[in-house]
C-alpha cells in the first residue's frame, strides 16, 4: 500500500541531526537489561491498519522503547499501560506489545506520533517537532480516521495545525487540551472527532493522575465517536 510505502521511507530519515545522533547513540550504548538485543535506532513508524477509523497520536517514541523494538509504545511502561487499555476495550487482539512479530494486531487503530525519533529527556525541539510534521502530514493523507486520541498537551498543540493542513477546519482559538476534552471538527475531510487524553507516561499512571479506567474511557468513547 501507498502507507506501506510512507513508512518505507520514513524509516530511512535522516533530517533532524540531534535526533539522530540520539537515537543511534542510545542503540549503540544500549541499557544493560538490554544488552542482548539489537536496537532499531532508527525513525519508528506509526502501526495499524491504512483504513482505521480511529487513531492515537502519541509525543515521540521512548529511547528504551521504540528506539529499541522498532514499534511505537513497545517495550515500555507507556506502552504497557496502552496496550492493556486497547486490549481492555477490544482494539487490540492482546494486551502486550513486546517487539515486532508478537502476534499483536490492533482493529481499526491506527498509533502514530507527531515525532518519530526518541528525543534525549523525551523533549523534541519546536524545529523538530515541524521537520516531522511533513511526515504526520502525508500519513495522515493516506488515512481515513473518524476519531483520534491525542495522549497529552505536547502532541495536541503538534497534531491541530497539522489537522488543519490536512483538510479538517480547526477552529480559532484553537481549543485547549485537557483530559476528556472533545472537539469535533469538519472540513473537506469529513467529521473527525478529537479527544484529548493525559499522556501514559509513568509521570502520570504512576502518580494515578491517569489511571487504566480514565485511558480505557477516553479510547471506549472515541471508539464510538469513531463508529466502531
Ligand atoms: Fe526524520 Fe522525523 Fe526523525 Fe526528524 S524526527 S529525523 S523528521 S523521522
Known amino acids: 500500500s501507498s502507507l506501506g510505502q510512507l513508512d518505507a521511507d520514513l524509516v530511512d530519515c535522516r533530517a533532524c541531526p540531534r535526533l539522530v545522533q540520539w537515537r543511534e547513540k542510545v542503540a549503540a550504548e544500549k541499557r544493560a537489561a538490554y544488552r542482548h538485543e539489537e536496537y532499531w535506532g532508527r525513525p519508528v513508524p506509526g502501526i495499524g491498519p491504512p483504513d482505521a477509523r480511529l487513531l492515537v497520536v502519541g509525543l515521540a517514541p521512548a529511547a528504551h522503547g521504540g528506539n529499541r523494538t522498532g514499534r511505537m509504545f513497545t517495550g515500555d511502561r507507556s506502552g504497557d499501560v496502552l496496550y492493556a487499555a486497547l486490549h481492555a476495550v477490544g482494539l487490540a487482539n492482546q494486551p502486550t506489545s513486546v517487539r515486532k512479530g ?29 521537520t516531522c510534521s ?70 502520570n499512571t504512576f502518580t494515578g493522575r491517569l489511571t487504566p479506567a480514565m485511558l480505557e474511557q477516553v479510547l471506549r468513547t472515541a471508539a464510538e465517536a469513531a463508529g466502531i
Open 134 to 203: 511533513r511526515w504526520l502530514r502525508a500519513e495522515l493523507a493516506l488515512l481515513v480516521p473518524r476519531a483520534v486520541v491525542v495522549l497529552g498537551g505536547w502532541g495536541w498543540q503538534a497534531l491541530l495545525p497539522v489537522l488543519d493542513d490536512a483538510g479538517w477546519a480547526v477552529p480559532r482559538p484553537r481549543p485547549r487540551f485537557g483530559h476528556g476534552v472533545r472537539v469535533d471538527l469538519d472540513g473537506a475531510r469529513g467529521p473527525l472527532a478529537v479527544f484529548g487524553c493525559y499522556h501514559v507516561s509513568q509521570q
Open 102 to 130: 508478537d502476534g499483536l494486531a490492533l482493529r481499526d487503530t491506527r498509533i502514530t506520533a507527531p515525532v518519530h525519533c526518541a528525543p534525549p529527556d523525551n523533549k523534541p525541539t519546536p524545529q523538530e517537532r515541524d
